[in-house]
């Protein structure tokens, strides 16, 4: 058979050999020698040029290996959902026997949860597969992203990850770690400045509340408020808003913690990750200065 019609039978360019066999191929390994016109992607699984496979030919490949049934998770998944995970590794969910190798990681899973097809491939839900990439990751910074990025981008809820955390359980300490730390805060960032407030010890911030002047008149809510001595903490970055807006609304927001006499530290979520040491020191600076002068007649107030 030409190789014009092997690759009409393919997917992508990539075949098992059983269907080669069914196509009177009996042996395509020699073709899949160095130097060969074609290449071995897994084990009975072949891609019919040698250049390098595209992604999309490696995601074909790996779930041919997999067998049927097979759906995507993990990294890949989040990928296809439109999420920022790292990981070369492409891990599939089955419903039969399991086994990977190298990059590939089978997983046998029962019951199967459900999936939808995205760009031709079946894709769990972006819940499972946040929780399924963190299974592989070992750094918190890393899974916190991941996990606040789905969350700030609406692909799931904290709700529906605990579920898949709760029913996945196998490895999934680090993320049911991030979702407890994240239930506190509103993003990463606010994670990060809560963990540099508890280090360098000043007086205990209150974490969003609002804040209004004498007369009841609502001035902003910051994301740390040091109540004792009137000083707003501000993580400012419009990556880390839910909404693009409310970056728009800075400049209005500190002109009214001004004219209130309210004292404001705004820290970029960049420096308060790679430079917290300036940033606490920023932020005792503040602290003290805001002390030294009369407290503003502002409160907190609860939200209507």
């Known amino acids: 058979m030409r190789i014009e019609q092997?690759?009409?039978?393919?997917?992508?360019?990539?075949?098992?050999?059983t269907a080669l066999k069914s196509l009177g191929v009996a042996n395509p390994w020699p073709k899949c020698r160095p130097?060969?016109?074609w290449q071995r992607m897994h084990a009975g699984v072949v891609l019919l040029h040698n250049g390098p496979p595209?992604?999309?030919?490696?995601?074909?490949?790996?779930?041919?290996?997999?067998?049927?049934?097979?759906?995507?998770?993990g990294a890949e998944a989040c990928r296809r959902h439109g999420l920022p995970a790292r990981g070369s590794e492409i891990h599939v969910l089955v419903p039969?026997?399991?086994?990977?190798?190298?990059?590939?990681?089978?997983?046998?899973?029962?019951?199967?949860p459900r999936s939808t097809t995205i760009d031709g491939f079946p894709v769990v839900s972006a819940a499972r597969a946040v929780v399924d990439a963190c299974r592989?990751?070992?750094?918190?910074?890393?899974?916190?992203?991941?996990?606040?990025?789905?969350?700030?981008?609406?692909?799931c809820t904290p709700g529906s990850l605990?579920?898949?955390?709760?029913?996945?359980?196998y490895g999934t300490k680090l993320v049911r770690e991030v979702l407890k730390e994240l239930g506190r805060a509103e993003s990463v960032a606010e994670r990060d400045?809560?963990?540099?407030?508890?280090?360098?010890?000043?007086t205990k911030p209150h974490w969003n509340v609002q804040?209004?002047?004498?007369?009841g008149q609502l001035i902003g809510r910051p994301d740390a408020w040091f109540d004792d001595v009137g000083l707003a903490w501000e993580i400012d970055s419009r990556a880390f808003h839910y909404d693009p807006r409310d970056y728009e609304r800075t400049l209005p927001r500190n002109i009214r913690y001004a004219a209130a006499g309210i004292l404001v530290v705004q820290t970029l979520p960049t420096r308060l990750r790679d430079q917290p040491d300036a940033v606490a020191a920023e932020l005792r600076n503040a602290h003290q200065a805001a002390a030294a002068r009369p407290r503003p007649a502002v409160r907190i107030v609860e939200p209507p």
Not at 6 to 17: A, K, P, Q
Not at 102 to 110: C, K
Not at 136 to 153: F, G, H, N, P, Y
């Open 6 to 17: 092997l690759r009409e039978r393919s997917d992508l360019g990539v075949i098992s050999t």
């Open 35 to 37: 130097g060969g016109p």
């Open 193 to 202: 400045a809560r963990m540099l407030s508890r280090r360098i010890r000043l």
């Open 136 to 155: 592989q990751m070992r750094s918190a910074d890393e899974a916190t992203a991941l996990v606040a990025a789905a969350i700030q981008k609406g692909r």
């Open 162 to 169: 605990r579920e898949e955390a709760r029913t996945n359980r």
């Open 96 to 112: 039969g026997s399991a086994r990977g190798s190298g990059t590939l990681i089978v997983e046998r899973a029962s019951p199967m």
């Open 54 to 73: 595209t992604r999309d030919q490696q995601v074909t490949a790996a779930l041919l290996r997999a067998g049927p049934g097979a759906v995507l998770t």
């Open 211 to 215: 804040i209004a002047d004498a007369t």
